[in-house]
């Protein structure tokens, strides 16, 4: 079994900053790469943010390039999402999940490609 637990979300004024954090543990697997995700009330889950856990290479929706900006720590199987200029439109649960090597053929901004998800942070952003 495989557990990711994020931490990190809060309330925050428009334009303010957030940190998230994602960190997973349980058996060995082999992670191809962490992602970023959010789904807001009534809307469905959207990508935000990958990361290619070996060559750190990463990948961005348009709404959050540029002002977001995701790594990782391969020893501590942590993943980070720094959040800076946010928006009233950011505001969401934040989940973060694993894509395995199982999964290669799927891209990273799909959903279907990721095997295990935290249970979610809570981002507000106030205007």
């Known amino acids: 079994q495989v557990q990711l637990v994020e931490s990190g979300g809060g309330l925050v004024q428009a334009g303010g900053s957030l940190r998230l954090s994602c960190a997973a543990s349980?058996?060995?697997?082999?992670?191809?790469?962490m992602g970023w995700f959010r789904q807001a009330p009534g809307k469905e889950r959207e990508f935000v943010a990958a990361?290619?856990?070996?060559?750190?290479?990463?990948v961005y929706a348009d709404s959050v390039k540029g002002r977001f900006t995701i790594s990782r720590d391969n020893a501590q199987n942590t993943v980070y999402l720094q959040m800076n200029s946010l928006k009233p439109e950011d505001t969401a649960g934040y989940y973060c999940?694993?894509?395995?090597?199982?999964?290669?053929?799927?891209?990273?901004?799909?959903?279907?490609?990721?095997?295990?998800w935290g249970q979610g942070t809570q981002v507000t952003v106030s205007s």
């Open positions: 999940a694993v894509h395995t090597a199982l999964r290669l053929g799927v891209p990273l901004q799909r959903a279907s490609g990721y095997d295990y």
């Open positions: 349980g058996r060995s697997f082999s992670v191809y790469a």
């Open positions: 990361i290619r856990w070996s060559s750190g290479m990463t």
